[in-house]
């Protein structure tokens, strides 16, 4: 049986991803989640754009099944996802399970939960929130600085979801016991 802690915080979460979800993304997190998604800045977003990132997730989705995504979501059907077809994507994935349909969505409203003020930035306490939530054994607060004052591209001391998507990208980060970072790019 569950305790009343387990189901509180099944019930918060479930309540914080409900709005996320009724409200939809901010413009900020979106924009910033195309750029990392759009590498060569070109205002667009193809199919081996999707496959790195997706690969750095560690999502393995196949080719067939990427090319499927960005044919659906492609209106002037030049095999790539400009903003507009990425912001409907993600309009259209929020009422849908369908993996195709919310690759992005996924990954946004993950920021979007973890960010709980809304400002479209992760501050170090809500990193270390994140920690907490995905892992067994969480960083503590002086790794989560470090990571942060790694990845912080604009020394805002937070960041955005392009800066964490692109240190995610850029960075293996690996824990040893003196609570440092290690990474190869």
Not at 44 to 55: P, R
Not at 101 to 109: E, G, R, T
Not at 121 to 126: A, G, I, M, P, Q
């Amino acid at each position: 049986m569950a305790s009343k802690s387990t189901k509180a915080k099944k019930k918060s979460k479930s309540k914080t991803s409900q709005k996320v979800e009724e409200n939809g993304p901010s413009e900020k997190v979106l924009k910033d989640a195309f750029k990392a998604f759009d590498k060569d800045g070109d205002g667009t977003i193809d199919a081996a754009e999707i496959e790195a990132l997706d690969n750095v997730l560690g999502q393995n989705t196949s080719k067939s099944d990427i090319k499927r995504f960005i044919r659906k979501h492609d209106t002037d059907h030049d095999n790539q996802i400009d903003f507009q077809d990425f912001v409907k994507s993600i309009k259209n994935s929020l009422h849908t399970n369908t993996p195709a349909q919310n690759y992005f969505s996924k990954l946004i409203l993950a920021f979007e939960y973890f960010d709980a003020d809304k400002d479209g930035y992760l501050t170090v306490e809500e990193l270390q929130h994140l920690c907490r939530e995905i892992g067994d054994d969480p960083m503590e607060k002086a790794e989560v600085e470090a990571f942060l004052q790694i990845a912080d591209k604009d020394k805002n001391h937070k960041l955005d979801m392009s800066e964490l998507m692109t240190a995610l990208e850029e960075f293996k980060f690996s824990r040893n016991k003196s609570s440092n970072f290690s990474y190869s790019s």
